[in-house]
């Protein structure tokens, strides 16, 4: 493996032109024009990121997920609240998004304090998903035990069997949930090694911002 590892190319894109000295104020726009440009350019599954919490000891988690919304309050996805990923921001709200688009070279680093929706947001997003995978999220325990894969598929067909006499069914364990930035980096990298780095901070009123060191 480690003459394999070393035999592959990394940073192997073709990044966008990007003038790091000439970025918009706000993050948020930014953050929308790569990701548009990801898509454009034929990134698989943009909206695919890596969340990482932390449990109360400090041990770290991540997973990925994808973005169900960003606007001026934050970056959300949609969970149940049994996993591990809640029982960790129950206790320990920080959490982090990475987004990866090899295709532009690209990275965004987001992190912050994650906070519950409420119900209303998380059955709008229950509802919004496919009868399949309201199917799916309502048969499934997350990360418990599970004796057999036939006893999965046949939750999955009571589930849908449900869903599809009641279309209205809400799982109570539904959560959308919103990872509200306080910083946010964005990274283009280069084959001569002169990356690219932008950070935001949150502040007073807005946000400052600034080019670090590679
Ligand atoms: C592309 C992709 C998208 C996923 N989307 C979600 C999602 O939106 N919500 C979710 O809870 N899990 C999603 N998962 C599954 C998670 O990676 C993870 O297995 C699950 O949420 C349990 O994580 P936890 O036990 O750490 O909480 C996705 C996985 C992949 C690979």
């Keep these: 493996m ?7 190319p990394a940073l192997s894109g073709t990044a966008p032109a990007f003038d790091a000295e000439a970025v918009p104020d706000d993050p948020l726009e930014l953050f929308v024009d790569w990701f548009t440009t990801a898509l454009s350019r034929g990134v698989p599954e943009p909206h695919a ?3 990482s919490t932390a449990d109360v000891a400090g041990q770290p988690s991540a997973r990925v997920l994808v973005l169900k919304d960003v606007g001026p309050e934050g970056f959300a996805f949609a969970t149940d609240a049994r996993s591990a990923k809640v029982e960790d921001l129950e206790v320990n709200p920080q959490a982090a998004l990475t987004f990866w688009w090899q295709p532009v070279v690209r990275q965004v680093r987001i992190s912050g304090a994650a906070r519950f929706l409420g119900e209303e947001a998380s059955a709008e997003d229950y509802l919004a998903r496919s009868p399949r995978s309201r199917a799916a999220a309502a048969s499934v325990r997350p990360g418990r035990e599970l004796a057999s894969v036939t006893d ?4 999955m067909a009571r589930s849908r069997a449900r869903i599809d006499e009641d279309p209205g069914f809400v799982l109570p364990t539904w959560q959308a949930w ?5 910083v946010i980096e964005f990274w283009q990298g280069s084959l001569d090694r002169a990356h690219a ?4 901070r949150s502040c007073e009123g807005g946000w400052s911002r600034g080019l670090v060191w590679p």
């Design 2 to 8: 480690r003459e394999l590892l070393r035999s592959l």
């Design 49 to 51: 990121a890596t969340l």
């Design 152 to 155: 999965l598929r046949d939750a």
């Design 178 to 182: 919103l990872v509200v930035p306080d």
């Design 197 to 200: 780095r932008v950070v935001y």
